[in-house]
């Protein structure tokens, strides 16, 4: 895998790091432990991994693609990344991804977009395009990302691989650099329904050290897959989302979509079309809710603590500094989304912008809570269109939320939810999603359904 990075990364730009020496050096342990009798840590022990540069690692640099961290060398591992390392996982690198995670396409990286490798000229989806353009791109069998909106989800179902987004809380935030607290799921990423289930047990789990992680058992997601993968869906009731499915969306996604219904349908699931009428509203709540928790957790970005500090030649307050520092170090979207959050948490603001917001993700989870009553899970396409030009809708931030209508209902119930990949467009050829969508520590319903789609 490092050979194949030396070799195509120049063009896709997936990865911001490559650990070339500690990733021989973790492969080479896991090597000599099974040549001492020792059992394998994990199934995934000496399995390389491309790790999205937002969760903070000892040995590598930790930027969220910006520019405010660059060099940042974190003193600490997150929980996922300790969990990786105990479980014999070679971490090759840290991947590209929209700064802070905001974003669609992985143009809002600082330090420049990654390709799709399906065709250069195209997005990867974003956030974590580099994740998904690493697996695609053969560069890494495995890979992690985080899921506030969409960041694990859309950038599977138009790189054509599979992302998870699990219950929230199922996966310690514990050093995963915070975006919006109430929203941020790291999950796995594969090219198979299996590997990915595999990736998730080995990362899921209790944390005490993040104060919203579960209490509670890993849902079986491997065993559902394994289960999934005989093909057979008898006694299973999925739920098309009506409201998914309509104006706005690529012919050719809708017609892959359908196709992947009727494959279901053709495994046996019982297939009925439920409605979700406030999912509608969920695109507008999210982009109230995430910049609004972003603009606070952004504060401690303050030119004293981490990376970036401009100006600091004795002449200047800290103030200044600190102005000048966040000017410098912001990239125009993170501002765009502080300045948002800021605007709609101030006093006589709040109740008409936020808590409103709040009120909608209350009727966003009654929606699924009364589908859930009729269906084990609910499907819809990932992402209205297939990936789109580079530069196509950098400039119309309205155009680039759209890609996200479909995934953000789930992060604003809390509830599990992936993409697999459903086939093609007609049009362009291009890959395409299809997303399932479970009940909170349900997890391994989804898995099922996608094992058994797959
Ligand atoms: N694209 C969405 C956004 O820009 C989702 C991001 C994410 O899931 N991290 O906020």
């Known amino acids: 895998h490092l050979d194949r990075i030396a070799a195509v990364d120049g063009r896709v730009h997936a990865f911001l790091h490559v650990d070339h020496e500690g990733a021989l050096a973790s492969a080479r342990a896991v090597d000599e ?26 040995d590598m640099p930790t930027t969220c693609g ?15 990344t300790r969990r990786l390392r105990e479980a014999g996982v070679v971490i090759l690198g840290k991947t590209n991804m929209d700064e802070f995670a905001m974003g669609s396409s992985t143009e ?49 179902a138009v790189t054509g691989t599979v992302g998870a987004k699990p219950t929230y809380g199922g996966v310690s935030r514990y050093g995963l650099v915070a975006f919006s607290s109430s929203l941020d799921q790291g999950g796995p990423c594969g090219r198979t329904v299996l590997d990915t289930a595999l990736l998730h047990e080995v ?19 491997v065993a559902a897959a394994r289960e999934g993968a005989a093909g057979d869906l008898a006694g299973v ?25 009727e494959q279901l349908r053709a495994l046996g699931a019982e297939v009925v079309e439920v409605s979700c009428p406030n999912f509608t509203y969920a695109l507008p709540a999210y982009y109230l809710i995430a910049p609004s928790e972003c603009s606070s957790n952004l504060a401690r970005f303050d030119a004293m603590r981490y990376g970036l500090r401009v100006g600091d030649d004795g002449s200047r307050s800290a103030e200044e500094v600190m102005a000048l520092t966040r000017e410098a170090g912001f990239g125009p979207e993170v501002k765009r989304r502080i300045m948002i959050g800021t605007y709609a948490l101030s006093s006589g603001y709040y109740d008409a912008y936020y808590g ?13 809570a009364a589908a859930f009553e009729r269906v084990d899970v ?22 680039m939320y759209l890609s996200d209508l479909c995934t953000i209902p789930s992060n604003l119930a809390g509830n599990a939810s992936m993409s697999v990949p459903c086939g093609l467009a007609e049009e362009d050829g291009l890959p395409v999603g299809l997303q399932i969508m479970a009940p909170a520590m349900q997890d391994h319903r989804m898995y099922r359904v996608a094992a058994a789609y797959e």
């Open 378 to 399: 609910l499907v819809s396409p990932t992402t209205p269109t297939t990936a789109f030009r580079i530069g196509e809708r950098a400039d119309d931030p309205m155009a």
């Open 108 to 156: 809002n990286s600082a330090y420049g977009p990654t390709r799709n490798p399906w065709d250069l000229d195209r997005i990867p989806g974003g956030s974590g395009g580099g994740s998904s353009a690493a697996l695609a791109a053969f560069e890494a069998p495995l890979a992690i990302g985080t899921d506030t909106g969409g960041s694990i989800r859309q950038p599977g």
């Open 203 to 221: 990362i899921a789990g209790y944390d005490p050290l993040d104060s919203t992680s579960i209490d509670a058992p890993v849902p079986p997601v």
């Open 33 to 58: 432990a099974l040549d001492a009798g020792q059992a394998p840590a994990s199934p995934l022990a000496g399995v390389p991994l491309a790790l999205k540069d937002v969760f903070t690692t000892r």
């Open 66 to 80: 910006s520019k405010m961290l660059e060099g940042w060398v974190p003193p600490y591992d997150a929980t996922v």
């Open 356 to 368: 409103q917001a709040q009120k909608v993700r209350t009727l966003i989870s009654r929606d699924f």
């Open 237 to 261: 009731r999925v739920g098309v989302v009506r409201e998914f499915a309509g104006e706005g969306y690529q012919p050719g996604v809708l017609a892959a979509f359908h196709a992947a219904v």
